[in-house]
């Protein structure tokens, strides 16, 4: 079973860009989870998506948004990039359809270097 | 609210001594309680997990965690150290459709 991919693995930008990451779930997966790691702030929940609907969000300006497509793949997008911004963004896939089946399946992440 | 503190950012063990990482946690309803490791520029690897039932819970590469109400723990342990156990460790606490994590041991190895 092929686990969670991610793309791209490293990405640098420019202050003011903006940019879109990928995560493809584990196959069956329709829960796909958004977090960002970084020294200061260690690892923090962006948003949770659930068979294409948004069921949780966390404390992040509105610069940061996502989206899930019928296929369960996600994506999620920083517009007007800060320096702040930089970090490690971790995606999580889950079937997270009951309460007992909530174990979540991370991929390596994708490494954004803001300049 | 539910929360996850792990106690001591940094551990250092020599190669065969006892691994103890702590984490406690604070939740208003029964916890869906998670250990993770993180290896250098990798994502998190599922270690072990604790929902109901059995209160010593066993994972992969020998670890073990106990949920221990009274305390409010979730302590992490392995009988001896490794030098391939050397990583950073992530308690989590299952909150509505979202994880909150500790803020990390980073575990170091001493040869």
């Known amino acids: 079973k092929a686990g969670v991919t991610q793309t791209p693995r490293y990405l640098i930008k420019t202050r003011g860009q903006q940019v879109t990451l990928s995560c493809s779930p584990i196959?069956?997966?329709?829960?796909v989870s958004w977090y960002q790691q970084t020294p200061g702030q260690g690892l923090q929940f962006l948003f949770e998506?659930?068979?294409?609907?948004?069921?949780n969000k966390g404390n992040f300006p509105g610069r940061f948004s996502g989206r899930q497509f019928s296929n369960s793949r996600s994506e999620m997008n920083v517009s007007t990039l800060e320096l702040g911004d930089s970090a490690l963004y971790l995606c999580?896939?889950?079937?997270?359809?009951?309460?007992?089946?909530?174990?979540?399946?991370f991929g390596q992440g994708t490494r954004l270097t803001v300049v | 609210a539910q929360s996850v503190t792990q106690l001591g950012s940094h551990v250092s063990v020599s190669e065969g001594a006892l691994v103890l990482l702590r984490c406690n946690y604070s939740?208003?309803?029964?916890?869906?309680l998670f250990w993770y490791v993180q290896y250098p520029n990798q994502g998190l690897q599922l270690l072990l997990k604790?929902?109901?039932?059995?209160?010593l819970v066993k994972g992969i590469n020998g670890f073990e965690a106990e949920f221990k109400k009274s305390e409010t723990s979730f302590h992490l342990t392995k009988p001896s150290a490794h030098m391939s156990d050397a990583a950073e460790y992530f308690c989590?606490?299952?909150?509505?459709?979202?994880?909150?994590f500790g803020t990390g041991t980073r575990l170091k190895v001493l040869a």
């Open positions: 999580a896939s889950s079937p997270w359809d009951s309460p007992m089946n909530t174990e979540a399946f």
């Open positions: 196959s069956g997966h329709r829960s």
């Open positions: 998506y659930f068979s294409e609907t948004q069921r």
């Open positions: 939740s208003s309803v029964p916890p869906y």
């Open positions: 604790y929902t109901t039932g059995a209160t």
């Open positions: 989590a606490v299952c909150g509505t459709y979202k994880y909150i």
